[in-house]
């Protein structure tokens, strides 16, 4: 299953490897900034939307358990401001996520129930990519000022343990 996420608010699914494309909807119509199928749950798909076009500062982001037909937040009490980036921690039944927004780095160990900001050494800006470095355990985070910079993420995901963890 392959999905796709268009910058003209259109979301697309195939099940033959791109043979045959069905449009999804119940998502707002925004430019898409990431789409993740879950590692942990096969029906299971993440996407984020961003109303920056549209002069819109709304967390926007989605989960759906049926492969797209039906979609619900998962934004609990991020701030308001657009996501461009998420990253889903695989093996922790897509409870462990990150996303990049237009003022840092929010993470959440409850699939989105809680998010706190992740760190404390990176200035108030917008965050373009995430990416987990599984070897060293660190999640790696790209700026709009060009500048990466990486948290470590022992103590949150260490082999096959869940711990609580402060993001402060």
Known sequence: ??????????FWRTRNGG????????????YFT?????????ERVFATVSGYKDNENTPHIYQSDDNGANWYSIAGNLPPLAIN???VIPGYDDKI???GTDGGVYGTLNGGAVWERVGGNMPI?????L???RGENTLVAGTFARAVMSYSLEGIVA???LSSVDFK
Request: no cysteine.
């Open 1 to 10: 299953i392959l999905y796709v996420g268009t910058t003209d608010g259109n």
């Open 19 to 30: 043979t045959n494309w069905t449009p999804i909807s119940g998502l707002p119509q925004r």
């Open 34 to 42: 990431e789409v993740v199928a879950s590692a942990d749950v096969r």
């Open 85 to 87: 980036a998420l990253q």
């Open 97 to 99: 996520l990150f996303v």
């Open 125 to 129: 800006i917008a965050v373009y990519d």
């Open 131 to 133: 990416e987990w470095n």
């Open 159 to 161: 082999g096959d343990n």
